[in-house]
C-alpha cells in the first residue's frame, strides 16, 4: 500500500514569490493534516481537511492556504514568501485517530 | 504558547538499558497522546498512543504512561537499542469547538542510543 506523497521534495523559491505544495494521502484516508516543521518549534500545525472541508486551522498568517480535492489530495499554497518560511512542510493522513497519523517525507522550502 | 513541552532536547543513553521520554502538557481538555517517531530525512512515524482514559499502553519495548493529575507523559524504551536514535516528538489531541480533533505536537526530544 502506497505512503503518503508528497511533491516536490525540495524547492528553491525567492522572496515575494508564491509557492505550491502537494499531498496525495494513503489510499482510503480522508482526512489530511498540513504541518510546518522548523528547528527549536517542533512541528507547527498549520490546518487539516476532511472530505474537501477546512476542519481546523493552525495560528499562521491568511498567506498560507490549503484545499482538498474530492480524491482527497491536497495542495498547500504560501504566497508572498517569507525568509522565515524556510521550513520542512510535512503532510499527514489519517483514517482515524486512534491508528495515529502517516506522514510524508517532507517538502523542503528553502526561500532565499 | 506551547501547550506539549518537551522539556528536554536531547537524551543519551547506553545500549541495553532504558530510555525515558517525558512530555508535559497544559491543556486538560487533550484527550489521547501519542508518540512519533523521526529518522533525519523522512516523516514522522507513528509509534504508540494512549487514551485519557487509561494510564498505560504497551506494545513491545515500547510503554507510554499517563499521569493526568500531573499534566505528565513518558515513554519509554527497554531495551534500548542503537536503531532507536532518533528525535521523538510528543503530540495531544484534542476536538476544537466544531467537534473536530486537532492533534499539537511537542518540539521533540533527541535520543542517542550509544552501542
Known amino acids: 500500500k502506497a505512503g503518503v506523497t508528497q511533491t516536490p521534495r525540495y524547492l528553491i523559491k525567492t522572496r515575494g514569490q508564491q509557492v505550491t505544495l502537494s499531498c496525495s494521502p494513503i489510499?482510503?484516508?480522508?482526512?489530511v493534516s498540513w504541518y510546518q516543521q522548523t528547528p527549536g518549534q517542533g512541528l507547527q500545525f498549520l490546518f487539516e481537511?476532511?472530505?474537501?472541508?477546512?476542519?481546523n486551522k493552525g495560528n499562521f498568517p491568511g498567506r498560507f492556504s490549503g484545499r482538498q480535492f474530492s480524491n482527497s489530495r491536497s495542495e498547500m499554497n504560501v504566497s508572498t514568501l517569507e525568509l522565515g518560511d524556510s521550513a520542512l512542510y510535512l503532510c499527514?493522513?489519517?483514517?482515524?485517530?486512534?491508528?495515529?497519523?502517516?506522514f510524508g517525507s517532507g517538502t523542503r522550502l528553502t526561500v532565499v | 504558547d506551547q501547550q506539549v513541552k518537551q522539556n528536554s532536547p536531547s537524551l543519551s543513553v547506553q545500549e541495553g538499558r532504558i530510555s525515558i521520554l517525558n512530555c508535559d502538557y497544559t491543556n486538560s481538555m487533550f484527550d489521547y497522546f501519542l508518540w512519533y517517531k523521526k529518522y533525519p530525512a523522512e516523516g514522522p512515524t507513528f509509534l504508540i498512543s494512549i487514551s485519557s482514559i487509561k494510564d498505560k499502553n504497551e506494545d513491545g519495548r515500547f510503554t507510554v504512561f499517563l499521569n493526568k493529575s500531573a499534566k505528565h507523559l513518558s515513554l519509554h524504551i527497554v531495551p534500548s537499542q542503537p536503531g532507536d536514535s532518533a528525535v521523538y516528538f510528543c503530540?495531544?489531541?484534542?476536538?476544537?469547538?466544531?467537534?473536530?480533533?486537532?492533534?499539537?505536537f511537542g518540539i521533540g526530544t533527541k535520543l542517542q542510543v550509544i552501542p
Open positions: 489510499s482510503g484516508h480522508r482526512s
Open positions: 499527514a493522513s489519517s483514517f482515524q485517530r486512534d491508528y495515529g497519523y502517516t
Open positions: 503530540a495531544a489531541s484534542a476536538r476544537n469547538s466544531g467537534g473536530y480533533q486537532k492533534v499539537t
Open positions: 481537511y476532511f472530505s474537501e472541508t477546512q476542519r
